[in-house]
């Protein structure tokens, strides 16, 4: 944990194992604003050399369930009910750069909204998602 109780960046990452296997990077981390990048690899492209969109929309999902987590309620927990993406334009090199903001921060339902933007700014997926609130 850092000094202020807060859990650090690499602390946030470990809790969910798969932002790691995918090579997601959190950049920062507040329950206002989560920043998380992916690098452009090969091996997560589509036809013609693009960002597969469910690596988009995983790297979306990820920081939209970590922007919930820090909403929560002690002894809460959350598990994402619908997401809806929509694709822009392609990300062919670089990283893809995700912003995550909360809409709407409810005891039951938290909705959220990530921006996900290429190196040069231009806004390639956006979506919404509902993170329900489990417990305590």
Known sequence: MSPGGEPSLT???AIVPFTATLGIEIVSA??????GRLAWREELCTVGGAMHGGALMSLADNLGGLCAYLNLPDGASTATISSSTNFLRGVREGHATATTRPLRVGRTVIVLETKVRDDSGRLATQTTQ???????
């Open 11 to 13: 602390e946030l990452t």
């Open 130 to 136: 509902a993170q329900t609130v489990i417990g305590p």
């Open 30 to 35: 507040t329950p206002e604003e989560v920043v």
